[in-house]
């Protein structure tokens, strides 16, 4: 069965997030200057070949863990569902 990820990887709250710090002072310059503290990360969709959802959902985390995120400096989250 064929199941679909969508995965959220987002920089450690406890770290810099240069990306997200240019973003925020550019809403000033949009004349939005009341969004702040932006934070930019990933998000990954992709299709994985099961037996079933656990299995989908084993997958799924070894590959955030072993590719998709740098668990040093990274987060990830993610929702497996049929597809």
Request: proline share 5%; net charge negative.
């Amino acid at each position: 069965m064929k199941y679909k990820a969508e995965i959220n990887v987002m920089p450690l709250k406890e770290l810099l997030d240069p990306q997200g710090k240019a973003v925020t002072s550019s809403m000033t310059n949009l004349g939005l200057p009341t969004i702040q503290n932006v934070r930019v990360g990933k998000h990954i969709s992709l299709e994985v070949e099961a037996d079933s959802k656990e299995k989908a959902n084993e997958m799924v985390e070894q590959a955030c863990k072993k590719l998709l995120a740098n668990l040093i400096m990274e987060s990830y989250e993610f929702e497996v569902n049929p597809s």
